[in-house]
């Protein structure tokens, strides 16, 4: 597809499970950001992967939050032994990763942790 | 570091009526600033940029915003709104130098337009 695309779009799980967020980014864009968006916090920076560099993980808000990106392309976010505090609309964003350029959203996973 | 303030959290403005989002940005180096829109379930979507030149930046579905280096701010207008520009609109800021270009968010105002 032309956009930027995540799965699930919604996700309902108990506390204490893992889950698994998905962004398939546009294609050509060699950069990714994942962000929270949630009610009390609004928009939160995550991470961020450029080409094969190093991840920018400084927003990561616990180690029980990772993420890994395949071959450049596809990103997964990945959320073990999940609270309830960590529901929220996860955005996965991509862009050209040069100076200046926009980022483009997908419509995110709404995820709720019961 | 940088942080970005929208004053207003919601905005009531009738239809074909002007409105003005404010936004004031800080940061100790030079950034990138840009207005997104949100409808409801759905991604942010671009509405324009402001990354160097003219001061006065126009977007789309007929937006505009106006950079103001001495008063730190970026505020968002259009003339006339329409029921569709009902949405949440966020500004945000990203810095200009090498590294990673993640966005720094405002907390969004929310757009309502009354017919």
């Known amino acids: 597809g032309a956009g930027v695309s995540q799965s699930p779009s919604n996700k309902v799980t108990e506390k204490g499970k893992d889950v698994e967020l998905r962004c398939d980014p546009i294609s050509g864009h060699t950069a990714l950001y994942w962000y929270r968006q949630s009610l009390g916090q609004g928009l939160e920076f995550l991470i961020y992967f450029q080409g094969n560099s190093a991840p920018d993980k400084s927003g990561l808000p616990s180690d029980r939050f990772s993420a890994e990106r395949t071959g450049g392309s596809v990103s997964t976010l990945t959320i073990q032994r999940t609270q309830q505090e960590d529901s929220a609309v996860y955005l996965c964003?991509?862009?050209?990763?040069?100076?200046?350029?926009?980022?483009?959203f997908g419509d995110g996973t709404r995820l709720s942790i019961l | 570091a940088q942080s970005v303030t929208q004053l207003d959290s919601q905005v009531p403005v009738f239809e074909e009526a002007p409105v003005e989002l404010r936004c004031n940005y800080s940061?100790?180096?030079?950034?990138?600033l840009f207005w997104y829109v949100q409808y409801p379930n759905q991604g942010l979507q671009l509405l324009l940029k402001?990354?160097?030149?003219?001061?006065l930046v126009k977007g789309i579905n007929g937006f505009e915003a106006e950079f103001n280096k001495s008063q730190t701010s970026f505020h968002l207008r259009k003339p006339s709104v329409h029921i569709s520009d009902t949405a949440e609109y966020f500004c945000?800021?990203?810095?200009?130098?090498?590294?990673?270009?993640?966005?720094?968010f405002g907390k969004g105002t929310k757009l309502s337009v009354i017919p």
């Open positions: 964003a991509s862009s050209f990763g040069h100076t200046g350029d926009p980022q483009h």
């Open positions: 945000a800021a990203s810095h200009s130098g090498a590294g990673s270009y993640q966005l720094t």
């Open positions: 940061s100790s180096v030079s950034v990138y």
């Open positions: 402001y990354l160097s030149g003219s001061t």
